[in-house]
T-cell receptor, first 115, second 111 residues
Framework: GAVVSQHPSRVICKSGTSVKIECRSL??????MFWYRQFPKKSLMLMAT?????????EQGVEKDKFLINHASLTLSTLTVTSAHPEDSSFYIC???????????FGQGTRLTVV | QKEVEQDPGPLSVPEGAIVSLNCTYS??????FMWYRQYSRKGPELLMY????GNKEDGRFTAQVDKSSKYISLFIRDSQPSDSATYLC???????????FGQGTTLQVKP
């Protein structure tokens, strides 16, 4: 399968600071990337869909000013958690698809802890 | 009613057993169906990808899609302790491209 690399795998930050998470498709061009949040023993909650070169589409209830998503190239999308608070602590995962009908490949996930 | 329903389990089987995992869905627009395996604290790994109805086999894994019943299955033959993980079904339609996930089923294969 195709490879999606997510970095960092783990980050601890202080409350009030911002954290950037990168998602790269290493061996294919991803026209669409997705960002998910996962709570312990729960399924993946879609936060937003990003298409290369256009603004991200956020799911209902997700604050777009808090979770900034940029999809500047066909191989890179970033999620920035701004002014992080302890309730933002979670497991964040990205996925990438070549197009709307292709299979989706996931990154390794980033465990964010806000202290 | 959720768009995709999946029994969270846990499901415990002895090594060598045939495992059957299932999902039901309500949106008839779904055409693309995927099964993922997720180990603790890791990203989901794609196991199977199928389009529309039918069967697909890959090694010990077989995926089945019955669009008329809105029901999909994943079978694991000769299950191994290393198969112990959470299995997530996911599906999408061509108009949005968004993946909709089931809750995931936790599987434990005992040696």
């Amino acid at each position: 399968g195709a490879v999606v690399s997510q970095h960092p795998s783990r980050v601890i930050c202080k409350s009030g600071t911002s954290v950037k998470i990168e998602c790269r498709s290493l061996d294919f061009q991803a026209t669409t990337m997705f960002w998910y949040r996962q709570f312990p023993k729960k399924s993946l909650m879609l936060m937003a869909t990003s298409n290369e070169g256009s603004k991200a589409t956020y799911e209902q209830g997700v604050e777009k000013d808090k979770f900034l998503i940029n999809h500047a190239s066909l191989t890179l999308s970033t999620l920035t958690v701004t002014s992080a608070h302890p309730e933002d602590s979670s497991f964040y995962i990205c996925s990438a698809r070549r197009d709307r009908v292709a299979e989706a490949f996931f990154g390794q996930g980033t465990r964010l802890t806000v202290v | 009613q959720k768009e995709v329903e999946q029994d969270p389990g846990p499901l415990s089987v002895p090594e060598g057993a045939i495992v059957s995992l299932n999902c039901t869905y309500s949106n008839s627009a779904f055409q693309y169906f995927m099964w993922y395996r997720q180990y603790s604290r890791k990203g989901p790994e794609l196991l199977m990808y199928t389009y529309s109805s039918g069967n697909k086999e890959d090694g010990r894994f077989t995926a089945q899609v019955d669009k008329s019943s809105k029901y999909i299955s994943l079978f694991i033959r000769d299950s191994q302790p290393s198969d112990s993980a959470t299995y997530l079904c996911a599906m999408s339609s061509s108009n949005t491209g968004k993946l909709i996930f089931g809750q995931g089923t936790t599987l434990q294969v005992k040696p």
